[in-house]
């Protein structure tokens, strides 16, 4: 089987795990006897552009005449099985479908953002969700707020792109949610239910989990929608050292928080931007780790960290974290969650779980807010031990590399026997 996997790389500046899981599953399809064509582009590239190339640079969202021409020249030399598209934007533009399709190959996407429909991609603004260009041809509030790139005429190229390649979303061939939320999403812009599969993303196998550390580690982008402010606030409702210590990885405009919260407190330790070997001396560390999203979160990868590592995970209920943690009902109101369906105890001595706090296979959900996190701290500590093992099961028997790269497989042969582009 051949497979062209099509990717515009963010800059290496700002570390991506999107980047980061386009490289894994190259490697992961080329171990399991896949052949695979990169077409990659860098957002890198662009300040080492020559003059003519840096002109046509407003369009490129639209429509990148060079990247079509590469791109049709390799699917002519080649004559792969599956076109795997993840970002497009902005050396690639979605019009690579309508080229692949043109050479009679079947279009994947993985859908790693929002970006059918917001500009930004994250359904976030001003510090709350926002899905304002929500069912709008064009998406004006994303103009009006300059969404994309804190810049009027960047969002008004980009709201423009979405709304001419609306018809090119609409003809992949087979699309990739990497959780259920995401699906709906998909379905809600208007694609039918025979062209979303759910396939998350993996991380690899670290090996048997190391016993279980203590306290809990947060793990992620210091900024807004990433929710450190909100954990901040909850820990901070309770006396120091009584949860154990709260570790934090990462960098971003927050960063002065984190530092300042760490200097007030002995039981906040902030570990800055961490290498591979680093995130895995952290988690082991750790007894719980904590996704503490403000927006619609796709797929955190930390938590398919921590599920590796037999460490449970106590996240907000927002976008894909439910389904990470096996919360089934992520939308219930307070009280009427899976925890309470399921008789669920928090993990000690019987006692019945509190409301507000669903319970999952490998994990706690709460609503985005101080008080609901605050509340589910130390639930999350006493319960910790009682979810190792089913945290770690969680990650085999869905996430590890060998089940997620099968299901992968099976999804571009379906397509390679049966296009269904136009």
């Known amino acids: 089987m051949r497979i062209v996997v099509a990717h515009n790389r963010y800059r290496e500046a700002q570390p991506s795990g999107e980047n980061t899981i386009v490289d894994s599953e190259i490697a992961q399809l080329t171990a399991a006897g896949v ?8 957002s890198d590239e662009i300040p080492s552009m020559s003059k003519a190339a840096k002109a046509l640079l407003p369009i490129s969202p639209i429509w990148a005449p060079r990247a079509q021409h590469d791109l049709s020249r390799l699917l002519t030399e080649h004559r792969p099985d599956v076109l795997h598209l993840h970002n497009p934007y902005p050396l690639i533009s979605p019009w690579v479908v309508r080229t692949a399709h ?9 859908v790693h953002n929002y970006r059918q429909v917001c500009s930004s991609g994250i359904y976030f603004r001003d510090g709350v969700i926002c899905q304002d260009c929500k069912g709008r041809v064009l998406g004006v509030p994303a ?14 190229l980009m709201a423009t792109t979405l709304a001419v390649h609306r018809g090119t979303w609409r003809s992949v061939d087979r699309y990739i949610a990497l959780t259920s939320a995401i699906a709906d999403h998909l379905r809600d812009y208007g694609i039918p239910d025979e062209r979303i599969v759910v396939k998350p993303n993996s991380v690899p196998d670290p090996g048997r989990p190391a016993p279980l550390g203590d306290g809990f580690l947060y793990m992620a ?5 990433k929710g450190v402010d909100l954990l901040l606030d909850a820990w901070r409702r309770h006396p120091v050292g009584s949860l154990g210590t709260l570790r934090v990885a990462g960098d971003g405009e927050l960063r002065p928080l984190v530092e ?6 002995p039981d906040v330790v902030y570990l800055g931007q961490l290498d591979r070997a680093g995130v895995q001396a952290a988690v082991e560390a750790s007894a719980v780790v904590i996704a503490a999203a403000m927006w619609h979160d796709v797929l955190p990868t930390v938590i398919i960290e921590a599920l590796a590592n037999g460490r449970p995970v106590l996240g907000t209920a927002l976008g894909g974290i439910p389904y990470l943690v096996g919360a089934d009902a992520p939308h219930e109101p307070a009280g009427t969650g899976p925890a309470e369906n399921a008789s ?4 000690g001595g019987g006692a019945p779980m509190p409301a507000g706090i669903g319970l999952g296979e490998a994990g706690w959900v709460v609503a985005p807010e101080p008080a609901a996190l605050a509340a589910a701290l130390p639930v999350a500590r006493a319960g910790a031990v009682g979810l ?14 060998d089940v997620v790269t099968k299901r992968l497989i099976d999804i571009y042969a379906g397509l390679a026997r049966t296009p269904n582009h136009v």
């Open 35 to 42: 052949e695979v064509l990169p077409f990659i582009r860098s």
């Open 143 to 156: 103009i009006k707020h300059r969404c994309y790139r804190d810049s009027a005429a960047q969002s008004a």
């Open 221 to 225: 982008r210091l900024s807004p929608e």
């Open 344 to 347: 669920a105890v928090a993990g």
């Open 102 to 110: 043109r050479h009679g190959v079947p279009v994947v996407q993985t």
């Open 260 to 265: 300042a919260a760490a200097a007030e407190r």
């Open 388 to 401: 190792t093992l089913a945290a770690r099961a969680r990650y085999e028997r869905t996430f590890h590399p």
